[in-house]
């Protein structure tokens, strides 16, 4: 899957980072435009659906999604918690260990990532 590449700016104003265990891991967050869901063709991507839940997460590899409905609140072994909403584009790493607090019920189509 190609990506296209961001100047240091963009970087900064898209992605927020969380430092966990000592090493930087990012948690990607975007507002993306139809453009880009179209490039990433999100619409054959599978759909994932959760009600309101609790629940730790690990992740095993690098995973995209596209949230289509809901609200959670992501939080990182740090403390950071990450809110993320209905139209997001979110990455999340390859070793992430983190716990899903799902505040609203959840829809997103997601895919798993080459490193």
């Not at 090493?23 to 993306?32: D, L, Q």
């Not at 950071?80 to 790493?93: R, Y």
Request: proline share 4%; net charge positive.
């Amino acid at each position: 899957m190609a990506f296209r590449r961001f100047d240091k700016f963009q970087i900064f104003a898209k992605f927020k980072t969380a430092f966990v265990r000592g090493y930087k891991m990012e948690v990607k967050i975007e507002k993306p435009d139809e453009k880009r869901l179209k490039e990433l063709k999100v619409e054959n991507w599978p759909i994932w659906s959760k009600e309101v839940s609790r629940f730790d997460w690990y992740y095993g590899e690098t995973e995209m999604c596209y949230i289509l409905e809901g609200r959670v609140i992501v939080e990182l072994p740090n403390g950071e918690k990450i809110e993320i909403k209905a139209g997001d584009l979110v990455t999340f790493p390859k070793g992430l260990s983190c716990v899903w607090d799902i505040k609203e019920p959840i829809r997103k189509h997601y895919t798993f990532l080459e490193d």
